[in-house]
Each structure stands twice: as structure tokens, then as C-alpha cells.
């Protein structure tokens, strides 16, 4: 019976000890997968990609405009937007022209000219187009356009003549536009006119025009030649 009962302790004891060890060597229960973390996002002090370069078809580049030796220094600034827009490029009668979408770029700027000292300045204009492939089509509605709607010189009209060519360009039109209205005394009645070349060099559209200053036109023979030298600027950025 001794035996028997030593037995059994021994018995009971090994049980105890192989469930202690259960409790402490457990394997740690099995985990799942981690999730894929996202890429880190760039630094804000790392350096941008750098931009593709603009194509040539959405670019005018300065050197393609007059430049302030054509005009005696002064520089050209650019013209806000809805200034002068009967001229950019001429629109008589408010024309839209289906040409408009073919536009991939374009540039209106201005400058206060001034030839000698203590003259009266004179506000030169220039607008560029750039049509690719199909600036010969926009010149021709433009010019279709000007010859289809004189205008008239009533109150808040303009009135639009067809002078000739400059002798510039691929294409060109020499055009007048006048306004008339009233200057300080409602009696002052005043009518100005701007002389405005339209010309078509390669894929590009421009218009140069001398707005005048105040009541005062602008000055044909200025703008003629200005035209001309221009159509080169255009040609040589081309």
C-alpha cells in the first residue's frame, strides 16, 4: 500500500510539472501577413522632376516681337487682357473666325514709344498668333472679314478701310481704323485714326498698330516701316 501510494504521488507530481511546462513554452499564436506599407512620399526638399520643355507649337519667344532698338529703348509690356481686342487680331464687327481654334499660341504687348524728346509718346501694339499649319487659312478670314465689314463711324462704332498691302511678309493688309467721339467738351468732336498692318510670316499672324495718344491717330509711315522690320523678327525666330 506504501508503495501504491508513492506511486501515485509521483504520478500526480510529473502531471503538475508537464502542465507548468505548457503554460510557459506556449508558441506564440501565428500572425497574418503584414500589409504591403505604401511608398513614402517624396521629401519636400527633394528636388522636382523637371517639366518637359513646351513645345515649339504653344511658344512665342521675345525675340520674335519688335524689340526696344526698333522702338528708340522703350520696352514692351503686355496688354490686358480685353485692351484693344478689335486688334488682336482685327475683328471687325466683333468677327469670330473658325481659325481661332487652330490658335496654339499668342501674345499682345505694348509700348509708349517716344522719337524725340518732348514729343508727344505713341502707344505701339503688337499682336502674335500662332496657327501651325494653318495660318494661311487665318489670314485669309481675317482678311475676308475686313473687306465684308466696313463699320461705320456712329456712336460706339468703328469704321474699317482696306488701304493696300505693307509690302511685308508672306501676306499682307494695311487697314484704318477710325472711332469717332468726343474729347473733354462734348463739342470737341474728335475722329482718330490707327493705322494697323495685318501679316501672315510662316505659321504666325501679327498685327503692329499705332494707337496714337489721347485724341490724337497714329502715324502711318511709322507703323509701314515698323511692319517690315517685324516680318523679319518673325522670320529669323522662326
Not at 475676308?144 to 488701304?163: F, H, K, M, N, T
Not at 485724341?215 to 523679319?232: F, K, T
Request: overall charge negative; proline content about 9%; glycine content about 8%.
Amino acid at each position: 500500500m506504501a508503495r501504491d501510494a508513492r506511486s501515485t504521488g509521483i504520478v500526480v507530481l510529473t502531471l503538475l510539472a508537464l502542465v507548468a511546462a505548457g503554460c510557459t513554452d506556449r508558441r506564440p499564436a501565428a500572425t497574418a501577413p503584414a500589409a504591403t506599407a505604401p511608398a513614402a512620399a517624396p521629401s519636400s526638399s527633394a528636388p522636382a522632376a523637371p517639366s518637359a520643355a513646351p513645345s515649339l507649337a504653344s511658344v512665342i519667344p521675345a525675340a520674335a516681337l519688335l524689340q526696344p532698338g526698333d522702338l528708340n529703348g522703350a520696352k514692351f509690356t503686355p496688354m490686358a487682357a480685353g485692351d484693344g481686342a478689335h486688334l488682336r487680331p482685327l475683328r471687325p464687327c466683333a468677327a469670330k473666325y473658325p481659325s481661332d481654334a487652330t490658335r496654339t499660341a499668342a501674345v499682345a504687348v505694348q509700348a509708349h514709344v517716344v522719337e524725340a524728346p518732348g514729343e508727344t509718346p505713341r502707344v505701339l501694339m503688337q499682336y502674335v498668333g500662332l496657327h501651325p499649319g494653318t495660318a494661311a487659312q487665318a489670314f485669309e478670314e481675317i482678311a475676308a472679314a475686313v473687306r465684308a465689314c466696313p463699320g461705320s463711324l456712329d456712336p460706339g462704332q468703328l469704321r474699317w478701310e482696306v488701304a493696300g498691302s505693307a509690302d511685308a511678309g508672306d501676306e499682307s493688309l494695311f487697314v484704318r481704323v477710325s472711332e469717332r467721339f468726343s474729347y473733354g467738351d462734348p463739342a470737341n468732336v474728335v475722329t482718330p485714326v490707327t493705322p494697323a498692318v495685318l501679316m501672315r510670316v510662316g505659321d504666325r499672324v501679327t498685327v503692329v498698330a499705332d494707337l496714337g495718344w489721347e485724341s490724337s491717330g497714329g502715324d502711318e509711315a511709322w507703323v509701314l516701316r515698323l511692319a517690315a522690320i517685324a516680318a523679319e523678327r518673325l522670320r529669323t525666330a522662326a
